[in-house]
């Protein structure tokens, strides 16, 4: 069965400072990949995916992720944060072999940038 | 175009009341998804529907129903409400298949006392 893990709950981080949001996942297939961000009081939305082809996949507000089949990981990342970034993100994975799309989504991990 | 939209955004219900919540998407998207957000569990799926007339469970369909009698609406239904399903409440839809996006709605938050 598909499972993510987030492994950190909560990430603080100075204004301008460097971040990664860890995401690894469990499946016996091959699996696409999602980050979604929650800002306070809204829905989830898109942040990038990976479906195939380079495994470093660039999305929007300069965050990009690296796909390592090798570790199942999807990991998130920003050169420089700012305080708009404090948000929930959440990692998301779906099987590539299924016949509908169901995504388990993992537990979320908060970011919160200090000024 | 207005995306995702639930109603309502907030309600509070007594344990055994029954209500409603609605979904409505104008992309003409055949998926649609109803999700519970739970601190430290991210979102579960409760049921889904890959088009108008269909419905099916997802990981936490106890307790809760469905209908997709309009492609454009999905409503999500409790019978008898208990404190268990105070929650956070997302639909969302998407074009279908394992690759795509689902765009969410801005939640609805339930207490049930």
């Known amino acids: 069965a598909q499972s993510v893990t987030q492994l950190d709950s909560q990430v603080p981080v100075f204004e301008e400072a460097p971040v990664e949001l860890r995401c690894n996942y469990s499946?016996?297939?091959?699996?696409?990949l999602f980050w979604y961000v929650q800002y306070p009081n809204q829905g989830l939305q898109l942040l990038l995916k990976?479906?195939?082809?380079?495994?470093l996949v660039k999305g929007i507000n300069g965050f990009e992720a690296e796909f390592n089949k090798s570790q199942t990981s999807f990991h998130l990342r920003k050169p420089s944060v700012h305080i708009s970034d404090t948000a929930e993100y959440f990692c998301?994975?779906?099987?590539?072999?299924?016949?509908?799309?169901?995504?388990?989504f993992g537990p979320g991990t908060s970011l919160s940038v200090i000024p | 175009n207005a995306g995702v939209t639930q109603t309502p955004k907030f309600r509070v219900l007594k344990t055994g009341q029954s209500m409603t919540l609605l979904c409505a998407q104008d992309?003409?998207?055949?998926?649609m998804y109803w999700y519970r957000q739970d601190p430290g569990m991210g979102l579960r799926l409760i049921h889904y529907?890959?088009?108008?007339?269909?419905?099916a469970k997802g990981e936490v369909p106890d307790g809760y129903n469905v209908s997709r009698l309009k492609k454009q609406n999905f409503l999500l239904g409790l019978e008898s409400a208990a404190p268990s399903q105070t929650s956070v409440y997302f639909c969302?839809?998407?074009?279908?298949?394992?690759?795509?996006?689902?765009?969410f709605g801005p939640g609805t938050r339930l207490t049930v006392l």
């Open positions: 992309m003409n998207h055949e998926y």
């Open positions: 529907s890959v088009g108008e007339g269909t419905t």
């Open positions: 969302a839809s998407s074009l279908g298949g394992p690759y795509n996006e689902q765009f």
């Open positions: 499946s016996s297939v091959s699996v696409y």
């Open positions: 990976y479906l195939s082809g380079s495994t």
């Open positions: 998301a994975v779906s099987d590539r072999g299924t016949s509908y799309d169901k995504v388990i």
